[in-house]
C-alpha cells in the first residue's frame, strides 16, 4: 500500500486521530500554563508577605534606632537575607525544586532574591505619599457648617 492509497483509504480518520492527539497536547499545554501561573501568582503573596515580615520585625525596628532612619548597606544585605531564609522554609525544598524544575532556573536564590527586590521596591512606592495631588483627587467639598455661616 502505498502513501496516497492509505490516505485515501485513511484519510479522514487519520486527520481525525492528529487532531485529537494536538488538541490533548494543546489542552495540557493550557492546564499546565494555568498551574504555572496560579503558582506564580502564589509565589508573588508569598514573597510579599515575607518582605512585609522582615519590615516589622527587623527594617521597622533598625530604622527607628538609626541617627538618619537608614539602613546601612550590610542591614540591608541582611534583610534580604532573612527574607530569602524566610521564603525558602515557607516554600520548602519540595516546592523550591518544583518551580526550579518547571521553570528551568538555574539559581532558586538569585531567582528568588530578584523577586524579593521587586517586592521590597513595590512596598517603598506604596508606603511613600505622592508629591503632587492626584488628578483624580477630588477638592474638599465646604462643609455644611461654612456654607451654613455665609448663608
Do not use: C
Given at each position: ?65 538609626a541617627a538618619d532612619g537608614l ?81
Open positions: 500500500m502505498t502513501f496516497f492509497e492509505l490516505i485515501s483509504t485513511h484519510g479522514t480518520t487519520l486527520t481525525a486521530a492528529a487532531a485529537t492527539l494536538i488538541g490533548a497536547a494543546l489542552g495540557a499545554l493550557h492546564v499546565r500554563s494555568g498551574w504555572i501561573t496560579a503558582t506564580l501568582g502564589r509565589l508573588g503573596v508569598e514573597v510579599r508577605a515575607v518582605v512585609l515580615e522582615v519590615s516589622q520585625t527587623y527594617t521597622d525596628e533598625v530604622k527607628a534606632a539602613l546601612t548597606p550590610e542591614e540591608r544585605a541582611r534583610a534580604k537575607a532573612m527574607a530569602l531564609a524566610k521564603l525558602k522554609s515557607n516554600l520548602g525544598k519540595k516546592g523550591l525544586d518544583r518551580i526550579e524544575r518547571i521553570l528551568g532556573i538555574d539559581s532558586i536564590d538569585d531567582w528568588l532574591s530578584t523577586h524579593i527586590e521587586a517586592a521590597v521596591s513595590d512596598a517603598r512606592t506604596v508606603a511613600k505619599p505622592a508629591d503632587k495631588p492626584s488628578i483624580l483627587a477630588l477638592p474638599e467639598a465646604p462643609s455644611r457648617i461654612a456654607q451654613a455661616g455665609n448663608a
